[in-house]
């Protein structure tokens, strides 16, 4: 059972805006979600029955790919036979 505080922290974590008069029924929730998790883990797992395993993706075709200054023309922004991308850090 997960109470009252782990939900808060859990929240907290998550930067999740729970007010303490939602806590309750948002325990209460929390908990059902993992009792179905218990039922699923009771489950029985089976063999499959008489079918056997086929891969269904297509082999690789080997093609040549566009020459660079083709794949560039219609970029503003290139460098060194790039796309230049904003800095993300």
């Known amino acids: 059972m ?5 939900v ?4 907290e974590l998550a930067d999740i ?8 029924e948002f325990t209460g929730r929390f908990n059902e979600i993992l009792d179905y998790f218990d039922i699923l883990d009771q489950v029985e797992q089976g063999t499959r029955g ?21 794949v560039l023309a219609n970029t503003l922004e ?12």
Not at 17 to 24: D, F, N, Q, T, V
Not at 51 to 67: A, K, Q, Y
């Open 8 to 11: 808060a922290h859990i929240a």
């Open 78 to 89: 290139k460098e060194d036979g790039f796309f230049r991308a904003p800095r993300v850090m």
């Open 50 to 70: 008489g079918t056997d395993l086929v891969n269904i993706f297509r082999d690789d075709i080997v093609e040549d790919s566009l020459p660079g200054d083709e």
């Open 17 to 24: 805006g729970i007010e303490k008069e939602e806590l309750a």
């Open 2 to 6: 997960v109470s009252e505080k782990d």
